[in-house]
């Protein structure tokens, strides 16, 4: 078994700050990519953040510069920083991860969401 666990959501004022949390735990042997991926109201779930094992990172064009993706390999957990907040930023935030289990299985990891909602 595998969990990802969020923390950090919350309410902000427009350009305000949040940093998101997601820890890996469960019978885990490596995580390969992680990443961070948003669903707004009536909208599809898009990619806000990713990034590799070894550390490269892709963001998505609303967010670059504003957004910071990082992860501590060691701990099995990745955040994402949050500056200066949209309202166009409100979404559930859902933490994403590949990983590979102690029984050589690799699968998709989704946790169960965290509300962000940025007030004007």
């Known amino acids: 078994q595998v969990q990802l666990v969020e923390s950090g959501g919350g309410l902000v004022q427009a350009g305000g700050s949040l940093r998101l949390s997601c820890a890996a735990s469960?019978?885990?042997?490596?995580?390969?990519?992680m990443a961070w991926y948003r669903q707004a109201p009536g909208k599809q779930r898009e990619l806000v953040a990713l990034?590799?094992?070894?550390?490269?990172?892709n963001y998505a064009n609303s967010v670059k510069g504003r957004f910071t993706i990082s992860r501590d390999n060691a701990k099995n957990t990745v955040d994402l920083q949050m500056n200066s907040l949209k309202t166009e930023d409100t979404a559930v935030y859902y933490c994403?991860?590949?990983?590979?289990?102690?029984?050589?299985?690799?699968?998709?990891?989704w946790g169960q969401g965290t509300q962000v909602t940025v007030s004007s």
């Open positions: 469960g019978s885990i042997f490596s995580i390969n990519t």
């Open positions: 994403n991860a590949d990983i590979l289990t102690r029984s050589r299985t690799l699968s998709t990891y």
């Open positions: 990034i590799t094992r070894l550390g490269s990172t």
